[in-house]
T-cell receptor, first 117, second 115 residues
């Protein structure tokens, strides 16, 4: 079974600075997808960034980028130029291909990010 | 495009009572998921529907939880009878099966408190 681990329950960053959230996962599959979701106090889960395992190039979305290390099974999220609106709970998630386990997401425990003005 | 709708947003009940949650997915999305998110944890899949058929309900406590998706659109999740440990946020998500990335879109969730 696949597992996702986030070892940082809480992180803090100064506004405009850079912060990196860590995530490791365990799987025997070679084809899968990884995601970072943001969950603000409103509870709405918002997709931040995705990475396909077959792609070697790290995904980027504006101020958000990932460091995907497939051999190490590591998937960290870097937030540059942090803004007050980035404060939220961040979840790392793993998904198998649709033909295996139907595409359900397996989430880590989450990292609560606070941004100091 | 309207997002995933859920109701109610909050529910408080006493243990042994029953409760039901409703979810309306994004139009055209064939796949619907119910997740349970206990405070301080990541969401855990309870059940997944493909149209009105069940794909995965391996983590659904079937002695007290039930779910249905009539006509392959709206879905209801029921708990009967509720226990204290059922206190959690229940998230509904939907996706377009077979889409390039099969991205899941989440609703705002229902926060259940069992006293």
């Amino acid at each position: 079974a696949q597992t996702v681990t986030q070892s940082q329950p809480e992180m803090s960053v100064q506004e405009a600075e850079t912060v990196t959230l860590s995530c490791t996962y365990d799987t025997s599959e070679s084809d899968y997808y990884l995601f970072w979701y943001k969950q603000p106090p409103s509870r709405q889960m918002i997709l931040v960034i995705r990475q396909e395992a077959y792609k070697q190039q790290n995904a980027t979305e504006n101020r958000f980028s990932v460091n995907f290390q497939k051999a190490a099974k590591s998937f960290s999220l870097k937030i540059s130029d942090s803004q007050l609106g980035d404060a939220a709970m961040y979840f790392c998630a793993y998904r198998s291909p649709l033909y295996n386990q139907g595409g359900k997401l397996i989430f880590g425990q989450g990292t609560e990010l606070s941004v100091k003005p | 495009e309207a997002g995933v709708a859920q109701s109610p947003r909050y529910k408080i009940i006493e243990k042994r009572q029953s409760v039901a949650f409703w979810c309306n997915p994004i139009s055209g999305h064939a796949t619907l998921y119910w997740y349970q998110q206990i405070l301080g944890q990541g969401p855990k899949l309870l059940i997944q529907f493909q149209n009105n058929g069940v794909v995965d309900d391996s983590q659904l406590p079937k002695d007290r939880f039930s779910a249905e998706r009539l006509k392959g659109v709206d879905s209801t999740l029921k708990i009967q009878p509720a226990k204290l440990e059922d206190s959690a946020v229940y998230l509904c998500a939907s996706s377009f099966w077979g889409g390039v990335r099969n991205e899941q879109f989440f609703g705002p969730g229902t926060r259940l408190t069992v006293l």
